[in-house]
């Protein structure tokens, strides 16, 4: 065969094969004479029908055969000769068969990206202290306390910080209703009614609270708010809106002692104590969690911005396509209306397109650690871990197991098998150290 890589950036390549005549007869006899041996025709004993019987009764099977073996021939023998790691071969274009007895293709690869791996072993990373800290644990006490607040009607006083108020608002930008001005839903911004909203730094809008303040019941006010330049709607990143706001009720929160009496709320027969303890229990195995991504995120990163390589168009548009659906499908749970999700379309995909290229710049190098570190998953343990999966699903395991390889889907298994293998072993020989200036928003 004669073959032809022709490299393009972006990881693209053209194949070009020429499969001389003496190896398309070869082949195509071998298969003819197959046919021979397995086909019943009509008038002829089992396997002794002459050749031109059999290529005439199975034309298009043979052809169809005898391309598909060249085809896969050429494309193994193009991997052995340009030392290729093909991710698509792509379907073969321009597939002649010539008056010579001559086949020539083209095919467009899809090639994984050369990646040179700095030094990985070693990478410092800062956690915070794995013991749960005593404020964090209070502070659930607290959310939990607040959980059973009562809420008594404020009386003789106006707003102040920590109270609830109880508010109608509508907005408008550059003298415009909110959503005219966009031209699209602007959700909770446009206004609401009976909106509850809590005297704190963070409640609603940036400094919307703090301007609550001082207000009584009936009071109206015209709240003038500048955007932070990196507010959710591109559209209204710094501009201003003005909030018609009245107040109809402030109510503030009672909470319950923090006592033995709550702790039987909360779970009968338990102690204050009791509660304190298995809240820290639970805290500290979700902060071990979130200190073991910190590591992980702080090696990615520190590796990712040592190197640089082209990632292949096509996939590019398949992950973003999937961050975005894994989005939309996230706002729907939050509570997002559609016309919530349309109006944020373009917000999603650059969003989407920027975690797409950083996932699979991320895939490719943790890839590629493992071919050098020869970090394999087993049979052994690929079988263990779907028969997991199998019975957390309530799946009979070799059912489950027939169905992932019917569906093509093992080798994925098996290849984000590996790269948790290989994520586990960067962080074994990273440098961590332990810091309470490091917190886990870091």
């Known amino acids: ?76 023998e193009a991997l052995k000769q340009e030392k290729l790691h093909v991710l698509d071969f792509g379907a073969p274009e321009d597939l002649t068969n010539h008056p010579d007895g001559r086949i020539t293709l083209v095919s467009k690869l899809t090639l994984a990206p050369e990646v040179t791996i700095p030094e990985y072993k070693g990478v410092s990373v800062t956690v915070p202290p794995t013991a749960v800290p005593d404020e964090e644990v209070e502070g659930q006490l607290i959310a939990l306390q607040e959980r059973f607040a009562d809420f008594n009607t404020i009386e003789g006083r106006s707003a102040a910080m920590g109270d609830f108020a109880v508010i109608d608002y509508t907005s408008t930008v550059e003298g415009k209703p909110t959503e005219e001005f966009l031209g699209k839903s602007a959700g909770h911004l446009a206004g609401r009614e009976g909106f509850w909203v809590r005297l704190d730094e963070k409640a609603f809008l940036p400094g919307f609270a703090e301007k609550l303040v001082g207000m009584n019941v009936e009071d109206s006010r015209e709240i003038a708010l500048t955007l932070p330049e990196d507010f959710p709607l591109s559209e209204l990143a710094g501009k201003e809106i003005v909030l018609q706001t009245q107040v109809k009720e402030l109510k503030e929160a009672v ?38 991504d910190l590591k992980v995120n702080q090696i990615v990163a520190h590796i990712n911005a040592q190197v640089d390589f082209e990632l292949p168009e096509e996939l590019i548009n398949q992950e973003t396509q999937s961050q975005a659906d894994a989005m939309v499908k996230r706002g729907v749970q939050s509570g997002m209306t559609p016309e919530e999700i349309e109006s944020q379309q373009g917000e999603i995909f650059a969003s ?88 886990l928003d870091d």
């Open 255 to 292: 909470l319950p002692a923090l006592d033995d009496e709550l702790a039987a709320r909360l779970a009968p027969g338990k102690t204050i104590a009791d509660i304190r303890e298995i809240i820290r229990e639970n805290m500290a195995g979700e902060r071990s969690r979130k200190i073991s």
């Open 1 to 76: 065969m004669n073959i032809v890589v022709e490299k393009q950036p972006k990881c693209v390549a053209t194949l070009r094969v020429e499969i001389p005549s003496e190896k398309v007869k070869a082949t195509r006899d071998q298969i003819v004479k197959g046919y021979a041996s397995k086909s019943r025709i009509q008038g002829f004993r089992p396997g002794k029908a002459p050749q031109s019987v059999v290529e005439k009764r199975f034309q298009r099977e043979i052809s169809e055969e005898l391309n598909s073996a060249l085809v896969n021939e050429a494309f193994d």
């Open 352 to 439: 989407a397109g920027q975690q797409a290229i950083t996932n699979l710049r991320t895939n490719f190098i943790l890839q590629e650690i493992a071919r050098i570190e020869n970090i394999t998953v087993t049979d052994h343990e690929l079988i263990n871990h779907l028969a997991q999966i199998a019975t957390q699903r309530k799946v009979a395991p070799k059912k489950f197991i027939k169905d992932m390889q019917r569906g093509g889907r093992i080798q994925n298994i098996r290849s984000s098998m590996a790269i948790g293998k290989t994520i586990d072993f960067l962080v074994e020989h990273a440098n961590v150290v332990e810091s309470t200036e490091t917190t």
